[in-house]
Nanobody
Framework: QVQLEESGGGLVQSGGSLRLSCAAS????????MGWFRQAPGKEREFVAA????????EYADFVKGRATISRDSARNAVHLQMERLKPEDTAVYYC???????????????WGQGIQVTVSS
């Protein structure tokens, strides 16, 4: 059973930066890809970024390309999402996600964190 817990959210001014972290517990963290999704009020949950099991392959949604970096720390069973030049439209609940498979993905997997709020003020 994989459990995911996000941290690092909060309130930030437009143009600022934020680093989200996801701590994973469960077997074989090194064997599976991890990703981030977000859901803004009144909108569907959408893909943000993902990283494969090795850290060698990454995918980003167009709206964060050039502004976000996903990374993983296998020693700490964690994945991070560093976001720069934040915009008010980045305001959303951000979720950590995995399906337990090794390859990078853009479609949500089975396991979710509880989500963490990111609010970008204008």
């Amino acid at each position: 059973q994989v459990q995911l817990e996000e941290s690092g959210g909060g309130l930030v001014q437009s143009g600022g930066s934020l680093r989200l972290s996801c701590a994973a517990s469960g077997p074989s963290f090194d064997h599976y890809a991890m990703g981030w999704f977000r859901q803004a009020p009144g909108k569907e949950r959408e893909f943000v970024a993902a990283i494969d099991w090795s850290g060698g392959s990454k995918e980003y949604a167009d709206f964060v390309k050039g502004r976000a970096t996903i990374s993983r720390d296998s020693a700490r069973n964690a994945v991070h999402l560093q976001m720069e030049r934040l915009k008010p439209e980045d305001t959303a609940v951000y979720y950590c996600n995995t399906d337990g498979a090794p390859l990078v993905f853009t479609v949500a997997g089975l396991y979710w964190g509880q989500g963490i709020q990111v609010t970008v003020s204008s």
